[in-house]
């Protein structure tokens, strides 16, 4: 049997099954055995209707008097998709703090070569001093790209890693 991941539909439709049978629950819902089978595969994108799962989850509970299962499967994919936009909108800033440290540089970059471009064209050579400003401005603005893409790595691997726990 192919595991089933805890809290997932999949295997709540199996522990419907096991409870109800395969052939109660295709009575239920008015399916075939093969298909209320395929919904509990997880490998199968297939998975009943709202109408279907209200049915199955209202046969479980008279059967058992306890908790259904697929209600309990739906806030389980409700609760983690909410979730995981919450971490999306954790990472957004850090992702426009690198945009904005990016397109510095190349404003900066691209304003200094016209300004190179330009003093060429005068055929006038930059002192060692406005050099050494030029590219301390680069540097800064470097150091900055450099410093927002290690927050936004930070941000990325504990959402890694929280993710991976749950």
Avoid at 102 to 120: E, G, I, Y
Wanted: aromatic share 4%; proline share 4%.
């Amino acid at each position: 049997m192919k595991p089933r991941e805890a809290g997932t539909f999949e295997a709540s439709l199996m522990e419907l099954m096991d409870i109800l049978g395969v052939e109660r629950c295709a009575t239920v819902v008015d399916r075939s055995t093969s298909l209320v089978r395929k919904w509990s595969d997880p490998d199968n994108n297939i998975l009943p209707s709202l109408q279907q799962a209200l049915a199955l989850d209202l046969e479980y509970v008279r059967e058992t008097n306890s908790a259904p299962p697929l209600i309990h499967a739906y806030t389980n994919a409700v609760e983690l998709q909410l979730e995981a936009a919450e971490e999306v909108q954790k990472i957004l800033p850090a992702l426009l703090a690198l945009q904005t440290a990016v397109n510095l540089l190349v404003q900066k970059v691209a304003s200094d070569c016209v300004d190179l471009q330009r003093a060429k064209v005068e055929r006038q050579e930059l002192s060692k001093a406005e050099r050494q400003v030029h590219w301390q401005n680069v540097l800064k603005q470097t150091d900055m790209v450099m410093r927002e893409t290690r927050n936004l790595l930070i941000v990325i691997s504990f959402w890694q890693r929280k993710s991976d726990r749950a």
